[in-house]
């Protein structure tokens, strides 16, 4: 099999820094400090958070507009809240109502709760194995599940440079694992969403520094001494890297 990458010469990577803070004083901070240190957008682990408030979030988003991925990540997909579910879809249904930023729904919670996301605008639909990468038919099926109800939603109408996303992240236990999420590149890299596809872990990474060129929106990194994720590089290990393309 071969892949293109899409003329690296004239692709300039765009980064996404994960955020997990406990306070939002912390989080204004670390939101600030990201895009100082040149992400182009930021991704809120809103399920760190040991207090929500939905006024504060909005304020934030709407400093930030078009630049932030809200996300309150499910306790079976790797969520650190221990709130019940249905708590969560309350503040899932408030962020929807957000304008100025994208909402990352897991595809379980989005399929289960259709009637809750299909007339909203700017969804980043997500799946995840934290175990292992299932077979490329499985991983291809999942993303033609998804994006078959995701394309009944509105589009964005400009209002979000990214328009509709769909990730998938598994975790990489051998480098065949990665040659699955090249293919899934390769096999819907004329559709009409974004694919955001990646493995964690040490053999992951490769799938990580090169879904930029592949067709992924942004990359994502962290900025500090810890990665949010398995497998995250900082960002400023990434501009090098890339300083070398």
């Not at 399929?111 to 969804?123: E, W």
């Amino acid at each position: 099999m071969s892949i293109s990458l899409r003329n690296s010469s004239l692709i300039k990577p765009r980064f996404c820094v994960s955020i997990a803070e406990s306070s939002t004083t912390k989080l204004n901070s670390t939101v600030k400090r990201a895009f100082v240190s040149g992400s182009h957008f930021a991704e809120i682990r809103l399920d760190y958070l040991s207090s929500f408030s939905i006024e504060k979030i909005q304020n934030l988003s709407n400093t930030y507009k078009n630049r932030l991925i809200l996300t309150f990540r499910s306790k079976n997909e790797g969520g650190f809240s221990n709130i019940s579910e249905s708590d969560r879809l309350d503040i899932l249904s408030q962020l929807l109502d957000l304008k100025y930023s994208i909402k990352d729904i897991e595809s379980s919670t989005y399929l289960k709760h259709y009637s809750l996301f299909h007339k909203k605008k700017n969804l980043l639909i997500s799946w995840h194995n934290f175990k292992s990468t299932p077979s490329y038919n499985e991983l291809e099926t999942r993303v033609r599940t998804i994006s078959k109800k995701l394309s009944n939603n509105p589009e964005n109408n400009g209002n979000w440079q990214l328009g509709k996303i769909i990730k998938i992240v598994t975790k990489a236990n051998t480098m065949d694992d990665c040659n699955k999420i090249f293919k899934l590149y390769k096999k819907f890299n004329k559709s009409r969403f974004h694919l955001l596809a990646f493995c964690m872990g040490d053999n992951g990474s490769t799938t990580r520094i090169l879904s930029p060129f592949l067709g992924a929106p942004f990359v994502y990194c962290f900025i500090g001494k810890n990665p949010i994720a398995p497998g995250q590089i900082h960002i400023n290990t990434l501009k090098e890297i890339y300083s070398n393309f």
